[in-house]
């Protein structure tokens, strides 16, 4: 850390991901925080997500990043479906079985679905920053409420987008702008919450707070 810039470690190895992060939090904070990736710091261990929660998963990658001497981030998101019990929960990107496999899951998703009346579904995100000298950690969360359609639209996004209708765009995640996504979804809200908590922990003055 020097007096310009927060330097802190996001518990990722995805280069695009830290750059999205980076770009929101500059957004809401300006130039004050200083991303980097686990590689960027030589964290090459696997960080095992063992928690049963979004919260959970998020402070356990949180912690791990701080092991490097720069306070961590760590996120955790994904679907709940109220008529499956919260499924895929946790589980949203290895629903199927196989991480990261977005046809997949999605089809498991409308299988199970079949004939269910109740289709209300909300996508969330967990953030954590944890410092290395212990001290309290902040939380962010946040939420979308939506609903899966019976069949996907729309070509952008990932995961379960092109399935979430979010009523009052009347379009699905997939059918959005970068921009209007990051307006109502469930990690822009999150990220703006935790935006926030950080100005207030480090006494920044921004005149959104």
Known sequence: MNMNKITVVLASRNRGKVAELQRLLTQYLGDVIELRSLDDVGITDE????????????MIKAQAAARSGYPGIGDDSGLVVPALDMEPGIYSARYAGEHGNDAANNALLLQKLTGVADRRAAFICSLAMAFPEGTAPIRAT????????????????????????????????????????????????????????IARRYGLVEDNY
Do not use: C
């Open 47 to 58: 960080i095992e997500e063992n928690g049963k929660t979004f919260e959970e998963n998020a």
């Open 142 to 197: 946040g939420a979308v409420e939506g609903e899966i359609l019976i069949t996907p639209r729309g070509k952008g996004g990932f995961g379960y987008d092109p399935l979430f209708w979010y009523d009052p765009m009347g379009k699905t995640m997939a059918e959005m702008t970068a921009d209007e996504k990051n307006a109502i979804s469930h990690r822009g809200a999150a990220v703006r919450q935790l935006a926030a908590r």
